[in-house]
């Protein structure tokens, strides 16, 4: 069973830093590809950055030079650091996880996903 736990969201100041934590199962995390996506109010989800099960990471056009993907084996847990947050940065930030491949950020066939964590960038 693909398990997906997401931390870290808070209320932050614009220009502020903040980094997102998800939790997944050894075997997810191993060989899934995994990502985050953010819904914002009144807005489609949509694709903020991804990271495959073979270490190539994507990033969303608007989150780059200012977010980062990362793995930590060990703990079996991905993050996104996210620096100079602005208002359009607010949403809710989802965690997913695919067993397809992937080849592009934009096309992350999720299909399992967290229960998001709420960021707020107060400007």
């Known amino acids: 069973q693909v398990q997906l736990v997401e931390s870290g969201g808070e209320l932050v100041q614009a220009g502020d830093s903040l980094r997102l934590s998800c939790a997944a199962s050894?075997?997810?995390?191993?060989?899934?590809?995994m990502g985050w996506f953010r819904q914002a109010p009144g807005k489609e989800r949509e694709f903020v950055a991804a990271?495959?099960?073979?270490?190539?990471?994507y990033l969303a056009d608007s989150v780059k030079g200012r977010f980062t993907i990362s793995k930590d084996m060990a703990k079996k847990t991905l993050y996104l650091q996210m620096n100079s947050l602005n208002s359009e940065d607010t949403g809710v930030y989802y965690c997913?996880?695919?067993?397809?491949?992937?080849?592009?950020?934009?096309?992350?066939?999720?299909?399992?996903w967290g229960q998001g964590t709420q960021v707020t960038v107060s400007s």
């Open positions: 050894p075997r997810t995390f191993s060989t899934y590809g």
């Open positions: 990271s495959s099960w073979r270490g190539s990471t």
């Open positions: 997913a996880a695919t067993k397809k491949p992937f080849y592009s950020g934009s096309n992350f066939p999720a299909e399992y």
